[in-house]
């Protein structure tokens, strides 16, 4: 498989900075049917971490499933030998990109399934700041059904995290629950665009984010792919965090390195 671009502009490196997400279009460009064929073996063949939405109703489901580069060579292929890694690191102004994991997000057509406001990183076994998910869509997406953000939202602090079916994760995490979006007294500005496949919104864990249902005729096949930086650290939850590491049994603070989290850009040559 190809490569592409690599260099971003530093207006493009501070927008995310600033913002907490950026467009990029055409990006990913090159990755498109490696990546259709990632999702279409893993949907043939999902994972035991699998969790689908809707999927015992009569109305069309919302599938998702995490963690598969391991297993799925066109994942791995992505995770290793795309421009992923490097592009990660200059949006993170870091030395180094560590793959985190893979999300694969499909809505069939005519799911009603909302994703609600959320951010991503308290859900996550990993703190700090430098952090970096790509949200690529393998289907044409107008701006009415594609991800969008809350501007300058990754800087607003952490909250407790709720499932996408509205329980909560850690029930007993003492942190304020999310703030709802409809009452918060500032005028928040909204970061949005139409997408096509192969573009990425790239935005940092603790961005506040969402996505509408699928109300069209056309599946929506998007997978997210997360990366870490230099700074990132265990960080224990009140519970088994969305995806789950807990067998790798972590303590909190200690240096976020283990076999599933490969150090792909910037490697040094004796590690
Ligand atoms: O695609 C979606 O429905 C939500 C995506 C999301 O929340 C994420 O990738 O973090």
């Given at each position: 498989m190809t490569n592409q671009t690599n260099t971003l502009s530093e207006n493009i490196i501070k927008e995310f900075k600033v913002n907490g997400a950026v467009f990029l279009p055409g990006i990913f460009s090159n990755w498109v049917s490696c990546l259709r064929k990632g999702v279409s073996a893993v949907m043939k063949a999902p994972s035991e971490r699998e969790r689908s939405y809707e999927k015992n109703k009569d109305t069309p489901g919302f599938f998702n499933d995490f963690c598969n580069w391991q297993r799925i060579n066109e994942l791995r292929d992505f995770v290793y030998n795309s421009n992923s890694g490097e592009v990660a690191a200059q949006l993170m102004c870091s030395r180094t990109a560590r793959f985190f994991h893979d999300h694969i997000l499909v809505k069939e057509p005519g799911s009603s399934t909302v994703t609600p406001w959320h951010q991503d990183q308290p859900y996550y076994p990993v703190a700090g700041f430098q952090s970096v998910s790509f949200w690529i869509p393998l289907d044409p997406v107008p701006r009415k059904r594609s991800i969008e953000f809350i501007k300058g939202s990754h800087t607003w602090g952490q909250f407790k995290p709720r499932r996408f079916?509205?329980?909560?994760?850690?029930?007993?995490?003492p942190r304020n629950h999310f703030p709802d979006i409809d009452e918060l007294n500032c005028s928040p500005k909204f970061l949005g665009s139409e997408m096509r496949p192969g573009d990425a919104a790239a935005f940092n864990f603790n961005i506040f984010h969402r996505a509408p249902a699928n109300?069209?005729?056309r599946r929506r096949r998007v997978i997210s792919m997360r990366w870490v930086g230099d700074d990132a650290k265990f960080a224990v939850r009140l519970g088994r965090t969305s995806p789950d590491f807990s067998y790798l049994n972590y303590r909190d603070g200690e240096p976020f390195s283990a076999p599933e989290f490969p150090l792909v850009f910037g490697r040094k040559t004796t590690e």
């Open positions: 079916d509205g329980t909560d994760l850690f029930p007993n995490d109300s069209s005729k």
